[in-house]
């Protein structure tokens, strides 16, 4: 706002500053809020943006009191690097007969938000625009949009993802130029030598095996055929790499089967361990994907419950995509009129022992695919398809996580659209029709989307 208006009106500004704190106050339960005192110059507003960068916050919510001169913040909002949100409301809904010149006043931000906007343009900055009426449901659920999407990009800014030993050879659309992620979307990729999980293995203490079993024997049904050597083996995997993640400040990882295998000091893969990491909100790749770990990462963050997956055959009378991997899968997305269970599974990939694997069917309804595409250098592209997770048939050979994915778009025209826009093979699923989130998400990141 300004102070044009003070003598003009006598206590606008406490007015105007109890309807700021009213529109946190109606959007607490989506976010939480610091909301800075009405501002009314340019110290004012760098005094606030201090305030809020200091306070580790996700996005900022620019709301107009009155109409406010963009000059006084056009500095600010070209040097900030929070997500910006821009609401286009007004204290009152509707325009009536019994309006003053107060009310005037009090309902004019409409073209402060054009100045300010055009500031933010013309000064190449990003920013989101919610014109709703603040007291609607509608509001609301695009402001949850908006703070989730800002919420997932502002952590994938400081985001480091790990990669036990290397990535695939000849795998091609993991690749990725680590420089180029980092500068331009932030995740930062480390390589982790497979000796410290060896070493974390090591240190793995018999309390902490018993814990894990004790929790897997209380929500999976268990294979009889597990032995106890296979579980302890696979439980301290699991301990291990949890531990490698924390101690790091690694929010997702990867590994390669290769990798693994080849290092000669691993009975078996680490497949049990991906699926309940996942479950327990990291982000994951396989083979060394660390764009797959930062998608995964991202769903979580964005939605909740993200799903690692790819598509491994067509099913044209249905219309769907087989989807499942080697093993791994958030057993959050299971079914929930079928036990999750985890089983003795032989598996000749590695050349390794059996993998203790969790074996379950994806919750039939609504899903949503999402796949990051590198396009070189600073370009960046996302893939996103809607569809539904088919109730259908069961596949008794699938010794892993697996479900039926219809794309909305049907099936030839979905896949027609991701080649075509260079979808990679790996991907995350979120269950519901989440679209709109990952829109929000690309436009907060400033990376294209492309839907199929």
């Avoid at 994951?284 to 797959?292: L, P, V």
Wanted: proline share 5%.
């Amino acid at each position: 706002m300004q102070d044009l208006y003070d003598h003009m009106i006598p206590g606008i500004t406490e007015r105007q500053g109890r309807y700021a704190a009213d529109i946190a106050h109606r959007l607490s339960e989506h976010a939480d809020f610091e909301v800075a005192p009405p501002v009314k110059d340019r110290a004012d507003a760098e005094s606030a943006m201090r305030r809020f960068a200091d306070s580790d916050l996700d996005g900022v919510l620019v709301t107009m009191l009155t109409y406010g001169p963009a000059m006084r913040v056009a500095r600010l909002f070209n040097e900030n690097r929070m997500p910006v949100c821009l609401a286009n409301i007004q204290p009152e809904a509707a325009v009536t007969p019994a309006w003053d010149m107060a009310d005037m006043t009090y309902n004019q931000g409409i073209h402060g938000a054009q100045d300010t906007a055009n500031a933010m343009v013309r000064a190449g900055r990003r920013f989101a625009v919610i014109t709703e009426d603040w007291r609607s449901a509608d509001f609301a659920v695009r402001f949850d949009r908006w703070a989730r999407a800002a919420s997932a990009v502002t952590a994938w800014r400081s985001l480091k993802i790990g990669v036990f030993g290397y990535a695939m050879n000849d795998m091609g659309d993991i690749r990725v130029d680590e420089n180029a992620l980092l500068r331009t979307l932030g995740p930062e990729i480390s390589a982790i030598a497979p000796g410290e999980l060896w070493r974390g293995m090591r240190a793995v203490t018999d309390e902490a095996i018993a814990a894990l079993r004790a929790f897997e024997d209380e929500r999976f049904e268990i294979d009889p055929k597990l032995s106890d050597e296979e579980r302890d083996d696979h439980a301290r995997m699991q301990l291990a790499i949890e531990s490698i993640l924390v101690d790091g400040g690694y929010a997702a990882y990867s590994t390669h089967f290769d990798a693994i295998g080849e290092d000669g000091r691993f009975d078996r893969l680490p497949l049990a361990a991906a699926s309940s990491l996942m479950a327990a909100g990291y982000g994951y790749g396989a083979e060394g994907d660390a764009m797959a770990a930062a998608m995964v990462h991202a769903g979580h963050q964005l939605i909740g419950d993200g799903h690692f997956t790819e598509m491994y055959a067509m099913d044209f009378p249905s219309e769907s995509i087989l989807m499942s991997h080697m093993g791994e899968g958030n057993w959050r997305i299971a079914r929930d009129d079928e036990p999750v269970r985890l089983i003795k599974r032989p598996l000749g990939i590695g050349k390794l022992a059996d993998p203790p694997t969790f074996l379950f069917r994806y919750q039939p309804g609504p899903a949503t695919l999402a796949s990051l595409v590198s396009l070189g250098g600073n370009r960046f592209r996302l893939v996103v398809s809607e569809g539904e997770v088919l109730d259908g048939q069961v596949l008794p050979a699938l010794e892993m996580p697996y479900g039926q994915f219809a794309p909305t778009s049907g099936l030839r025209a979905c896949m027609d659209g991701w080649l075509r826009a260079g979808g990679t093979h790996h991907q995350v699923m979120n269950l519901g029709h989440r679209s709109r989130d990952w829109e929000a998400f690309a436009e907060l990141a400033d990376i294209d989307i492309v839907h199929v």
